[in-house]
Structure formats: C-alpha cells, structure tokens
C-alpha cells in the first residue's frame, strides 16, 4: 500500500520514515509527495492529525499518515500542548521555542513534563481511519543538552533513556519516544485491517 507522510517538517518524515522503513508499506518519497499546508486550528492532538491525513490523502490520492505531537508542561497546566510548534509566536523556531520555554519555567520546582503523539492514517478504501496515541514521560532541564532530534529534544530528559533525546540516536529514541510508541500501536492495527479486509 502506498503511503504519503503528511507533513512538511523534514525530521519528522525521516523519523517516522525509519520507524516504518522495515515494513510492506510503499512509503513515497518527499520528491513525489505533494505537500499541503495545513492550518492547525484543532482543538486537540487528535483533530489536527485528522486534519492533515485527509488533506495530503486528497492531494495525493492514496493512504496518508499524519500526526499532530507537542510538550505537555505540568507546571504550565499542560502547556504549550496543541501550540508547541508555535510557543514563541507564529513565526518562531525551535530555537525561539527552547528559550521562550526556559524563560516560562525559570524559577520552577516542578519540571515534569511528557510528549503526546497522536497518529492518524487515513486508509484509501471506504474513507476508514485509524488512530493511536503514545506518549513519553521526562522533565524539562535547565539548559540546552545535545544536539541530535528536533524541537524540545535538548530540554527534554527522557526518564526511559536516563538522558535528554537530544542525546539519544535516532534508533534509542524511537524506542520509546511517544511516535515511536503512537506509530508501533498504529502498525499493529494496519496489519490486522489489512489482513480482515484485503487491501494492499
């Protein structure tokens, strides 16, 4: 079955790349992907991932994989959440967002924090969904560590890892990273949908 990852963040489609790389699925290629941007105006992980499977599923006319993730603050009341990708401000990037954060939590006894990663896949026969959710737990640090991954990664100590996923290679970190956990779940459900109804 071929598969298009919605998303225009290179890291991102190289992680979930590799995670499905040992897999049947056709994975097409960014140079053949038509890429859509997608306002993310969902109220939740769940509808922005849904969100972005159906458009790339329509552009590209075949099945779509999608996610919508973020960094889930407990001093922060779960923020920045749905609007991780954009804490600093509209136009921010992950360096402007790794500041803002450190500033937001400087003086914070609390520093529990988990990433969320929902997934969604758009199937092509019968318009059929399916989704799952992962997540994993760490705390926020008190300066940048690392250089690897994306995003919050050099903030964020992986209590699974014993170091910042900033640290981690990409294999240890998709191990037991919330997309790595969510796309594992997902694959299970893909491969018992394939099997009872016959699709390729």
Do not use: W
């Amino acid at each position: 079955m071929r598969l298009v990852i919605a998303t225009n963040n290179a890291k991102k489609r190289q992680e979930i790349a590799t995670i499905f790389s040992n897999t049947a699925l056709i994975i097409v290629p960014t140079s053949e992907t038509i890429h859509v941007d997608v306002l993310e105006d969902g109220d939740s992980f769940a509808a922005n991932a849904r969100k972005k499977a159906v458009a790339f599923a329509q552009v590209n006319g075949c099945a779509a994989l999608a996610d919508d993730s973020g960094l889930c603050v407990e001093a922060l009341h779960g923020a920045p959440g749905i609007y991780s990708s954009r804490f600093a401000g509209d136009s921010c990037d992950d360096t402007a967002n790794n500041i803002h954060l450190l500033k937001t939590m400087a003086g914070q006894e609390n520093r529990n924090a988990y990433f969320i990663c929902h997934i969604c896949l758009l199937m092509p026969a019968g318009h059929r969904y399916l989704s799952a959710e992962g997540r994993s737990d760490g705390y926020i640090l008190n300066r940048l560590d690392g250089s690897e991954g994306f995003g919050y990664d050099p903030l964020f100590f992986s209590k699974d890892l014993g170091k910042s996923f900033a640290h981690a290679s990409a294999k240890e970190k998709a191990s037991v990273s919330h997309r790595g956990r969510a796309l594992r779940m997902l694959y299970s459900q893909l491969q018992e949908s394939i099997k009872n109804s016959g699709v390729q």
